[in-house]
């Protein structure tokens, strides 16, 4: 069985025949997987220096010389790496006093922050499978975003103690601005709040809880949720993009909800992590330094806001991206401050970002050329090795042979 890293669920019983360097036929993948394991063959990048094509040793001993020389370095992305490279990354920002951050300090990393830190209860997916009776799925849309969530581990499935599945076992809310795939599927229970009206449900939500009438258009079904929330044997909330920018500087009303519900029942949180290994670059980066993303080893370890990649782009002379493409996912205004500096990229395709770079490493592609470790969504460790043979270096090989020539 190989891992798919096409998202964070990081399926593992994916079945896969390969014909030399073809996939001939996969097994349960879903329609991200699929796109993850077709893209071996598709637009992958080249090694380049200012332009010109070089062999990969010449681009990472480029790589290593202006590493060296830079002042104020910032290393950018990580999500897409398994914790091994990760770890080689950490040491490399120690190693050149450099600013590290990752995809979660613009998405999902307070709630991640939280749970890591013990103020948010959490579980495992398995523990959802098995006894997760009551759901919220809040501000995401799992049926697009992570295709086997409710097929694998959340909605549908038959659990030890829930043998009847959403038949009859399990309820699951939507809450969203818009009418996705998933409040398709739970039509019958889903939300819809308009953008930014996270906070006031919230708000409604805790009145009733309280006994109090809410303050919503339709009383009688908030009062209906929380009456089945209350019941739940074992809830889970499952917040993604849309709570998190909503509710930014304010998850202190999330916490409180999930306090508010845990003096009745038991509720847990797992936050829809997009990229497959998010949740390891936070844990390893926090065991370090206390800290999951936004960290200067410029003075000792700092840390705050003026080190999160919108912030570090205004001082930086260098940019070293590992895994993700900031050009093409960054807002215009900071995409194009980092198109201004200096970049090194490693990445196994060609994209916006490896185009606008000064030098370019193409590495193999993780789960399926490389092999390694990641952390899921709901932090449970996942072991993959490689199913084929590859050209490329990995990402941990690359960044082992640049801190040996800094």
């Keep these: 069985m ?13 079945e896969v025949s390969i014909d030399g360097r073809r996939i001939a036929k996969t097994k349960n993948l879903c329609r991200k997987g699929f796109g993850r394991y077709r893209s071996l063959t598709s637009d992958r990048s080249v ?25 104020r370095p910032l290393l950018f992305g990580w999500s897409c790496s398994t914790l091994e490279a990760q770890r080689k990354g950490i040491e490399l920002a120690r190693k050149t006093r450099a600013i590290i951050d990752d995809t979660s300090s613009i998405c999902q990393g307070e709630i991640v922050d939280m749970i890591i830190r013990g103020e948010l209860p959490t579980c495992t997916l398995d523990d959802v499978r098995n006894y997760g009776d009551t759901l919220i799925f809040w501000g995401c849309d799992p049926s697009s975003s992570h295709p086997r969530h409710m097929s694998r581990f959340s909605y549908f499935p038959r659990g030890e103690k829930l043998q009847r599945g959403h038949e009859e076992d399990r309820t699951a809310f939507l809450i ?28 409604a939500m805790l009145a009733v809880l309280d006994g109090k009438i809410p303050k919503v258009r339709d009383k009688k079904a908030m009062i ?10 074992m809830g889970v909330i499952f917040p993604g993009l849309g709570l998190a920018y909503s509710l930014k500087g304010r998850m202190d009303r999330l916490k409180a909800l999930v306090s ?36 200067s080893f410029g ?12 912030e570090a782009l205004k001082s930086c002379d260098l940019a070293l991206v590992v895994g993700t493409d900031p050009i093409s996912s960054l807002p215009a205004g900071i995409a194009k401050a980092l198109a201004r500096v200096p970049m090194i990229t490693l990445d196994p395709h060609r994209t916006l970002t490896t185009e606008l770079s000064r030098v370019v490493i193409p590495t193999a592609l993780s789960g399926i050329e490389a092999g390694g470790s990641a952390l899921r969504m709901d932090g ?19 960044l082992s042979k640049i801190l040996e020539e800094i």
């Excluded at 190989?2 to 994916?14: H, K």
């Excluded at 209906?224 to 044997?233: E, Y």
């Excluded at 449970?380 to 690359?398: A, G, L, W």
Aim: hydrophobic share 35%; with cysteine; aromatic share 6%.
């Design 2 to 14: 190989a891992v798919c890293t096409g998202c964070s669920l990081l399926c593992d019983d994916i």
């Design 47 to 71: 090694p380049r220096v200012d332009g010109k094509q070089v062999g990969i040793d010449e681009a990472i001993s480029r790589a290593a010389e202006m590493l060296r020389d830079a002042k």
């Design 176 to 203: 969203d601005i818009r009418t996705s795939p998933t409040a398709k599927i739970l039509a019958g229970n889903f939300i819809q709040i308009s953008p930014g009206g996270d906070a006031d449900l919230i708000e």
């Design 224 to 233: 209906s949720m929380i009456t089945t929330l209350k019941k739940a044997d």
């Design 260 to 295: 508010r519900l845990n003096e009745t029942t038991r509720y847990n949180v797992i936050p829809m992590v997009g990229h497959y290994n998010m949740r390891g670059f936070n844990q390893l980066l926090f065991d370090e330094t206390g800290f999951i993303n936004r960290v």
């Design 299 to 310: 003075d000792g370890v700092d840390h705050g806001p003026m080190y999160s990649v919108v």
């Design 380 to 398: 449970v460790r996942i072991e993959f090795d490689p199913i084929m043979k590859s050209e490329y270096p990995s990402d941990e090989e690359v």
